[in-house]
């Protein structure tokens, strides 16, 4: 039945990627272009540092997958993906392992084919710390994802009906994993009080894991006999609109959903993300052109975000929420609704120095 489910979802995200790739609110935020703040190339770097991890560049391939023979050779192509270009991995959730031992290798490859590699162990918010403890001893674990996802629970026919427990669960699986944890949405969003309540649970960092990319309440309700869930797609705030809610976290945050090129990295870096991850744009690039085609999309990405860099004058990622940005549209009807002045992110780099030189500000 899960491995079943497993590759369902793989189908129908491939599907919905296939359909997808159009707008999503990251197009209502741009850089305000300073024709005068480039670097040069060569000292432009990619890493980053948060919750006491150090990443050598800030894109990370989400979690998807495992627990089926089909996505266990998805596995090994996503690890062999990771270890050719560095990019950190998250395995899918490990439910099914836990349920099966037998199919822990589908999950293990990961780590196999990326002996050296940041790699991030993914559970639900029901597990156990023994489960979470096993899951990280599998994959022999950097971090752990703990995913929340009450939406998609809800259409999934076979779901989840009870979330109470999650907050207390939490909260002992962050005290008990032995290893940085992480909670993350799977593309409905997290609100700023959301955030705020992992901070108090312990939780190292939170991964937004906003609205405009995948949408589970679709591939759930895809795999309803009646279909009768649909008007709940499109539910939950997109991931430009959870940075911009999370600007005052007490914790690092992440971006994930929606992520469809290197300028929407660029985009949430500067919205003040730690780390950008993107899952079904990439899974689509395995399915229909192989792990070699996935490699070197990886690279174009990175390569073309320092690029971004040397344009926009950010020495590195971090630098980035130096940038004058521009919020537009309904994202800042968003803003105005919660409080959030969009204003100040246009004038940052006045504000904050970027090419002092180049505004006067020289210290
Ligand atoms: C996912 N995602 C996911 N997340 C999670 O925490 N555990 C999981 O097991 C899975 N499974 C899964 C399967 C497949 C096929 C896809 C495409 C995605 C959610 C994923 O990590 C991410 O949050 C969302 O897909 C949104 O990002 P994208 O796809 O818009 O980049």
């Known amino acids: ?80 993906a990771a270890r050719e270009t560095g990019v950190p991995i998250a395995s899918g959730s490990m439910s099914a392992y836990f349920k099966d ?32 403890r096993r899951a990280v001893d599998l994959l022999r674990a950097d971090a752990l994802q703990i995913h929340v996802n009450t939406v998609q629970e809800t259409v999934m026919p076979e779901g989840d009906r009870s979330f109470a427990a999650w907050v207390p669960r939490i909260e002992k699986i962050a005290a008990g994993a032995g290893v940085p944890v992480i909670v993350k949405e ?39 006999e009646l279909g009768d869930y649909a008007y709940l797609t499109g539910w939950g705030q997109s991931t430009a609109a959870c940075l911009l ?25 500067a919205l003040g993300a730690s780390g950008v991850g993107a899952s079904g744009t990439f899974l689509r690039t395995l399915l229909d052109e192989g792990v070699t085609a996935l490699v070197a999309r990886l690279t174009t990405w ?17 630098d980035l929420t130096r940038c004058d940005l521009l919020i537009r549209g309904g994202l800042r009807d968003f803003c105005a609704d919660r409080g959030i002045d969009t204003r100040p992110f246009a004038r940052r780099s006045n504000l904050r120095g970027v090419r002092p030189e180049m505004t006067g500000n020289s210290r």
């Open 101 to 132: 031992p037998d199919c822990a290798g589908t999950f293990s490859v990961l780590r196999e084919e990326n002996p050296d590699g940041f790699v991030l162990a993914n559970v639900n918010a029901n597990a156990s710390v023994e489960q979470a």
């Open 245 to 269: 809610d999370a600007q005052d976290a007490p914790i690092p945050v992440l971006a994930s959903g929606g992520v469809r090129n290197p300028l929407d990295v660029a985009r949430a870096l």
């Open 1 to 80: 039945m899960i491995a079943q489910r497993k590759d369902d979802h793989v189908r129908l995200a491939a599907e919905q990627q296939q359909q997808h790739g159009g707008h999503n609110e990251f197009d209502l935020v741009s850089f305000v272009h300073h024709a005068l703040a480039g670097l040069d190339r060569t000292e432009v770097s990619s890493a980053v540092a948060f919750a006491d991890l150090t990443w050598p560049v800030p894109l990370y391939i989400n979690a998807m997958t495992g627990g089926s023979e089909r996505t266990g050779r998805i596995n090994r192509d996503l690890g062999i």
């Open 186 to 224: 799977v593309g409905f969003g997290l609100s700023r009080e959301s955030v705020r309540l992992l901070a108090e649970l312990g939780v190292r960092a939170a991964d937004l894991g906003g609205r405009g990319g995948t949408d589970f309440a679709r591939i759930e309700n895809g795999r309803r």
């Open 302 to 318: 990175l390569d073309q975000l320092a690029a971004i860099q040397t344009v926009l004058g950010a020495r590195t990622p971090a």
